[in-house]
């Protein structure tokens, strides 16, 4: 992906003295975060533990996600099996006592 970035600032000060900057550089994701904010704004104080343990779960499920992956590629790429490539064969076909075949 390649073109210009809009860098987006926002300060938001919802709640009691709590203020903080988020830098954007995507006007899409800036919109996005900005009804997300504009949404939790509306919520009831009581309803924000809701929405906090939503919000854990969602980031829980995004590292699982990635140590997952990163642990796919170390397996894919890891030569632990390498020597069973230089093994002989100990059976063949002719071994077999049924011969499976997938129907056609």
Do not use: W
């Amino acid at each position: 992906m390649g073109g210009s970035y809009n860098t987006v600032n926002f300060n938001v000060n919802y709640f009691k003295n709590c203020t903080f900057d988020i830098e954007i550089k995507h006007m899409e994701t800036a919109i996005n975060i900005q009804t997300v904010l504009t949404n939790i704004q509306r919520l009831p104080e009581a309803k924000l533990s809701e929405v906090n343990d939503f919000v854990e779960f969602l980031l829980h499920k995004i590292d699982d996600q990635i140590i997952t992956e990163g642990i796919q590629k170390l397996s894919s790429s890891s030569k632990t099996f390498e020597f069973l490539e230089h093994e002989p064969d100990l059976y063949s076909v002719s071994d077999l006592k049924v011969d499976y075949k997938k129907p056609s």
